[in-house]
T-cell receptor, first 108, second 116 residues
Framework: KNEVEQSPQNLTAQEGEFITINCSYS?????LHWLQQHPGGGIVSLFM???GKKKHGRLIATINIQEKHSSLHITASHPRDSAVYICAVIYNTDKLIFGTGTRLQVFP | GAVVSQHPSRVICKSGTSVKIECRSLDFQATTMFWYRQFPKKSLMLMAT?????????EQGVEKDKFLINHASLTLSTLTVTSAHPEDSSFYIC????????????FGPGTRLTVT
């Protein structure tokens, strides 16, 4: 059974800080998603990764297939980045297995 | 980018009534859509997989007669909560997988259902 673990569960930061959120999974996967959920509920797909690294604006996502680990980095964090960040993996089906999420609060 | 809409965003209904929630892929075709339920401060729980032109596949423990799913076109799936009860109150989210692109999914903004 694939388990998806995220760390930390909660994270606070000052505006401008560099932030890293980690995701580990237990078996081989086909792809990994990073999602963002703001208060109020809507989910935004940030990245889909199967290897390497992707960058979009201040967000960077990396994945290491051998180590079964992915990281989401936020550079120059801003209060509007405050949200829950969710890692989700797809392994042998097209169903997503979700991590428990990381609640990020960025203070001005 | 790919956009998925849900309607309504919020709905309040009385016990015993039925509520229909729509999920639309606005700028891409989605052969497969997924319906999730989320309890407060919990992760998303997959309810069912909706395939265009065929019956939905429900996850264990999800009552198919209570949560009716119809995927009549490549851009629209609907979830109908029948004979709603207060315990059905939840946040319902859909996602749509881009046809022909494995593993690429986009999420709708969610629908907050409150049953009184």
């Amino acid at each position: 059974k694939n388990e998806v673990e995220q760390s930390p569960q909660n994270l606070t930061a000052q505006e401008g800080e560099f932030i890293t959120i980690n995701c580990s999974y237990s078996v081989g996967i086909s792809a990994l998603h990073w999602l963002q959920q703001h208060p109020g509920g809507g989910i935004v797909s940030l990245f889909m990764l199967s290897s390497g690294k992707k960058k979009h604006g201040r967000l960077i996502a990396t994945i290491n297939i051998q180590e079964k680990h992915s990281s989401l980095h936020i550079t120059a964090s801003h209060p509007r980045d405050s949200a829950v960040y969710i890692c989700a993996v797809i392994y042998n089906t097209d169903k997503l297995i979700f991590g428990t999420g990381t609640r990020l609060q960025v203070f001005p | 980018g790919a956009v998925v809409s849900q309607h309504p965003s919020r709905v309040i209904c009385k016990s015993g009534t039925s509520v229909k929630i729509e999920c639309r892929s606005l700028d891409f075709q989605a052969t497969t859509m997924f319906w999730y339920r989320q309890f407060p401060k919990k992760s998303l729980m997959l309810m069912a997989t909706s395939n265009e032109g065929s019956k939905a596949t429900y996850e264990q423990g999800v009552e198919k007669d209570k949560f009716l799913i119809n995927h009549a076109s490549l851009t629209l799936s609907t979830l109908t909560v029948t004979s709603a009860h207060p315990e059905d109150s939840s946040f319902y989210i859909c996602s749509a997988r881009v046809s022909g692109r494995d593993y690429e999914q986009y999420f709708g903004p969610g629908t907050r259902l409150t049953v009184t």
